[in-house]
T-cell receptor, first 115, second 112 residues
Framework: DSGVTQTPKHLITATGQRVTLRCSPRSGDLSVYWYQQSLDQGLQFLIQYYNGEERAKGNILERFSAQQFPDLHSELNLSSLELGDSALYFC??????????????FGQGTRLTVV | GNSVTQMEGPVTLSEEAFLTINCTYTATGYPSLFWYVQYPGEGLQLLLKATKADDKGSNKGFEATYRKETTSFHLEKGSVQVSDSAVYFCALSDPQSGKLIFGQGTELSVKP
């Protein structure tokens, strides 16, 4: 158990809908990262928050957004869903937001299926 | 930009065989390098890491050495077990943010 909790584990929704994925980082970790894992794109970095502020942005679509709350949990919002958004979404957390010894711990992921 | 390239899978080995999974990277600066493992239906677990040139990361019989001259971080294990069957990801981290850039993953299947 990595200590990173993601909910829900599975989500099935229709095209055009909006969903929210939730992540609780390990106790004491200030940084949260979101990744998307799909068959054709592999593991892609989406976005990072550090202590409530956006720190880095990857190939995140405009239809997607995220935030980190004062209690450090994070939510990833996906809207106007398309079939191609079906993927495994991982959250990871680390104590620091960079540096040579940054070690990220991953949650079990949320499997999103858009039908 | 930064990138990671891994050997393609799937790799199928017999138990007790020697394993090598090749990984090369392109990066500006001096990133840290990682191997993560993903067992079926699970999230990613850190297997080992190295933070500077010539460092050797090791864990559970797996080893990888950070080779700056060849920009490589190949994963090796002397004798694989059926329980090592999983997908292995090589990754580098951005020193400023800590975000990870992953290779495409290599599926390993070990037969008894």
């Amino acid at each position: 158990d990595s200590g990173v909790t993601q909910t829900p584990k599975h989500l099935i929704t229709a095209t055009g809908q909006r969903v929210t994925l939730r992540c609780s980082p390990r106790s004491g970790d200030l940084s949260v990262y979101w990744y998307q894992q799909s068959l054709d794109q592999g593991l892609q970095f989406l976005i990072q928050y550090y202590n409530g502020e956006e720190r880095a942005k990857g190939n995140i679509l405009e239809r997607f957004s995220a935030q980190q709350f004062p209690d450090l949990h994070s939510e990833l919002n996906l809207s106007s869903l398309e079939l191609g958004d079906s993927a495994l979404y991982f959250c990871a957390s680390s104590v620091e937001g960079g540096g040579m010894n940054t070690e990220a711990f991953f949650g079990q992921g949320t499997r999103l299926t858009v039908v | 930009g930064n990138s990671v390239t891994q050997m393609e899978g799937p790799v199928t080995l017999s138990e007790e065989a020697f394993l090598t999974i090749n990984c090369t990277y392109t990066a500006t600066g001096y990133p840290s390098l990682f191997w993560y493992v993903q067992y079926p239906g699970e999230g990613l677990q850190l297997l080992l890491k190295a933070t500077k040139a010539d460092d050797k990361g090791s864990n559970k019989g797996f080893e990888a050495t950070y080779r700056k001259e060849t920009t490589s971080f190949h994963l090796e294990k002397g004798s694989v077990q059926v329980s090592d069957s999983a997908v292995y990801f090589c990754a580098l981290s951005d020193p400023q943010s800590g975000k990870l850039i992953f290779g495409q993953g290599t599926e390993l299947s070990v037969k008894p």
